[in-house]
């Protein structure tokens, strides 16, 4: 197959990815990190179904979101907003916490 043709695939298939028509198909939730906490403290997803997690940190500091559960960790600068796309979950409860923050900034994600 021609160079030139495995390029324009490659850059379609790039553009529809990242269209905003298929970019909302994807569940969005949303959680801010503010003064050494998560909120909302529960988040209730669809089981079995992929979504984003937009993480918002209001400070002060930097903030971590971590699950050893779910096998994710993302640390966020004070003012930034990051996600994390999660693959299908099974129904149940899986917690996470802020590392900066582990005494207080704790929370779960609940999958129905």
Do not use: W
Request: hydrophobic share 45%; glycine share 6%.
């Amino acid at each position: 197959m021609p160079l030139l043709k495995i390029c324009r695939i490659t850059l379609f298939t790039l553009l529809f990815a990242l269209s905003p028509a298929h970019a909302q198909e994807m569940p969005t939730y949303n959680l801010t990190a503010k003064a050494g906490r998560f909120i909302p403290e529960t988040i209730e997803v669809a089981a079995n179904t992929k979504f984003r997690l937009l993480i918002k940190n209001e400070g002060p500091g930097p903030e971590e979101f971590e699950s050893l559960e779910l096998r994710k960790e993302k640390v966020i600068a004070e003012g930034a907003t990051s996600f994390l796309i999660f693959q299908p979950l099974k129904p149940g409860s899986y917690p996470f916490f802020g590392e900066f923050h582990a005494d207080t900034a704790k929370g779960r994600i609940i999958a129905k």
